[in-house]
């Protein structure tokens, strides 16, 4: 099957931004789910920044993040975001658009 | 140890930060609570965010207090744009960092949810707007928005539970903003989080007259106003009228003021008005009430005193040519900036609203007299039952400023003189009644006293003229044929004269006559006179006559004797 979310996906390279507050099990969990999903599915085409709100507050108003873990996907358009632990990889995949909602 | 009653907690009055917004911090005894969050909430547009930007603003400006201000609908500058037109100077404040605007968004549709998340995301941006002024007093409007931003409802409000305790533990005061819901203070239920201070917002149109009020529906641990209060918006900002609940406790004065009509002082016990004093002028339509008022006011510029009056009826302009007609001059007075015209319509707002303007302009202006014409048209904007209470209030608040106040009524024509359409004559220090006499075919004005508390005053009717030089009193005739007015009066007085004038000139003739009179009879004294002195020269003369003649006649003898020698014979 060769989606059209695929074919883009493919191209480019995946910028993608991880919001976590510290060390909290749930921002841990993401981090975890977040580059298992990557490994499997964008090997070698992605770039994962985690930022740590704790740390850096006033970075919360660029993505206007409310909810802990947020992960944004800021390349490729348009700008997706997913909040959660991503312990649903189905619809983690659905979220950045890997795979067509079904 | 035994400690002070106070400390226990009875006595110990609840820590509050004044809001600084003109009568909120009188309802709520001193403002909201210091260090809680307060929940305003109320229907769209009717002023919850200008109330929280207002606490915010004067917050910073006033009470040394920085703070944030966290918004969920509109941008930090919407916000800060709105708010400019009500004269803050937004951007100064956030450049001195004194206030910090933070714009929070959440866009479901760009949001997938997987998994399990919390909202610490918020709490650290709330908590990083804080800590960049070290705020005192934060404003979250409206969090609602949340509501719509999330599925999972139960992470929802268990977050909001943390938000709220989590402020309180920061000890800021909050004011946290809501959406009316059907039947409930807020659409989403914020209530439940904020058990401290709810004040509620209500913006009502009764009979087309739309009315903003606020009531404090809760506060915990406080006596607090209880009522319904009307408040305003305008350039100011917000500012509550506080229902005074006036004792009888005002402080008179012995001082008197002139009416600017002669007359008028002289029927007062010859000085005129007590200042502070509530004076009602009542008539029918065109019988000169504005005229009496406007005399007050010129004569209270003259003294140098501030007027403010407040004209339901006429446009300044309207008033300023009307009485220039008169002979007053009333835009010398504005020029100088010591009288004020304030001119709106009736209908335009509420009558609690007019009291609230009325209220604002009395602070802002500080008059020594303020001047209502009419009362009977405010009393139109509002429904009946209400008018009677708001002019008590009205009335009670001048008083209890020490302003004199004139209150100008419109009977109409069907009604008894002395009944006021809105029963405030039991408050009334000094009642004018102005009516029209209409006899012989003209209608004339008339002036009396009805009552005139603490001086003597006259009982009579007066005649009331307008001319080119102002008012004029005069004395009605009294004569057999009853109280004349007018050309009849006139012609009356004329009649007068003109006996006067008979009369006279009869005096002058019966004068002529006895002068011609006396003259006769002097003329007869005279030739009387001269007869008598005609007489008495005759007689004169013959006795003359007589002793000649004896002279000479003893001389001949004498001599004959002498010639014949003879002896003297005695005779």
């Known amino acids: 099957m060769n989606e059209p979310a695929q074919a883009a996906a493919d191209a480019e390279t995946w910028e993608l931004r991880l919001y976590t507050a510290g060390q909290s099990p749930k921002s841990v969990a993401a981090f975890q789910n977040l580059k298992r999903i990557c490994d499997e599915h964008l090997k070698d085409r992605y770039t994962i920044d985690v930022i740590d709100l704790m740390q850096n507050p006033r970075l919360a108003r660029e993505d206007q993040i409310v909810a802990i873990p947020t992960l944004v996907r800021r390349l490729p358009d348009p700008l997706r975001k997913i909040i959660g632990d991503l312990s649903d990889t189905e619809r983690t995949l659905v979220g950045l658009q890997l795979r067509r909602r079904d | ?571």
Request: proline fraction near 2%; include cysteine.
């Open chain 2, 1 to 571: 140890m035994s400690k002070p009653a106070s400390a226990t907690g009875a006595g110990r009055p609840l820590p509050k930060a004044p809001t600084g917004i003109t009568g909120l911090d009188e309802i709520t005894r001193g403002g909201l609570p210091r260090g809680r969050p307060t929940l305003v909430c109320g229907s769209a547009g009717c002023g919850k965010t200008l109330l929280a930007m207002e606490f915010l603003i004067r917050g910073a400006t006033e009470f040394d207090e920085p703070g944030a201000y966290i918004t969920f609908e509109e941008t930090g500058e919407e916000l800060a744009q709105n708010v400019r037109s009500l004269g803050f100077d937004v951007d100064a404040l956030v450049a001195d960092g004194k206030l910090v605007f933070d714009h929070i968004h959440v866009d479901r549709r760009e949001i997938e949810e997987v998994g399990e998340y919390d909202l610490e995301g918020l709490f650290l941006r709330i908590g990083f707007a804080i800590d960049s002024v070290g705020a005192k007093r934060v404003v979250l409007d409206t969090m609602e928005s949340l509501f719509s931003g999330f599925s999972d409802m139960a992470v929802l409000r268990s977050e909001l539970q943390r938000l709220f305790r989590w402020l309180k533990d920061r000890g800021v005061t909050t004011v946290i903003t809501g959406e009316r819901g059907d039947g409930t203070l807020t659409r989403q239920g914020l209530e439940e989080y904020v058990s401290d201070c709810v004040i509620l917002l209500d913006h009502r149109v009764q009979e087309q007259v739309s009315t903003r009020r606020v009531r404090v529906v809760k506060y915990r641990g406080t006596a607090h106003g209880t009522n319904e209060y009307p408040f305003l918006i305008d350039e100011q900002g917000i500012s509550v009228l506080p229902v005074t609940s006036l004792g009888l406790a005002h402080t008179v004065s012995d001082e008197r003021l002139s009416t600017g009509i002669d007359r008028l002082d002289t029927m007062l016990g010859g000085k005129g008005y007590y200042r502070g004093s509530s004076i009602l002028v009542s008539g029918t339509a065109g019988s000169g009430k504005t005229s009496i008022a406007a005399h007050f006011v010129d004569a209270a510029c003259r003294r140098g005193e501030r007027c403010l009056y407040l004209a339901y009826e006429e446009s300044p302009h309207q008033i300023v040519r009307n009485m220039r007609s008169q002979g007053i001059d009333l835009q010398q007075w504005i020029d100088k900036g010591l009288l004020h015209i304030e001119a709106s319509r009736p209908g335009f707002y509420g009558m609690e609203m007019h009291l609230a303007v009325m209220h604002r302009l009395v602070r802002k202006f500080d008059p020594g007299l303020v001047v209502v014409d009419p009362i009977s048209n405010l009393a139109s904007a509002g429904t009946a039952d209400g008018a009677g209470s708001l002019l008590l209030r009205m009335i009670d608040f001048l008083k209890s400023s020490s302003i004199t106040a004139m209150l100008v009524n419109l009977t109409s024509g069907g009604k008894s003189q002395e009944a006021t359409d809105i029963g405030v004559s039991s408050l009334i220090d000094t009642w004018l009644v102005v009516r029209d006499i209409e006899v012989g075919g003209e209608r004339n004005r008339g002036l009396y006293v009805i009552k005139s508390r603490g001086m003597k005053h006259s009982n009579q009717v007066r005649e009331f003229l307008i001319t080119d030089n102002g008012i004029q009193l005069e004395d009605v005739y009294i004569g057999p044929e009853g109280v004349l007015t007018g050309s009849l009066r006139l012609a009356q007085e004329a009649r007068a004269r003109a006996e006067a004038v008979e009369q006279q000139q009869q005096r002058e003739r019966r004068q002529r006559e006895l002068e011609r009179r006396r003259a006769a009879l002097e003329g007869q004294i005279a030739a009387l006179r001269s007869e008598f002195d005609a007489i008495e020269e005759e007689a004169r003369i013959v006795a003359e006559q007589g002793l000649v003649r004896d002279r000479a006649r003893l001389q001949d003898r004498a001599a004959a004797e002498a010639l014949r020698g003879a002896d003297r014979v005695e005779e």
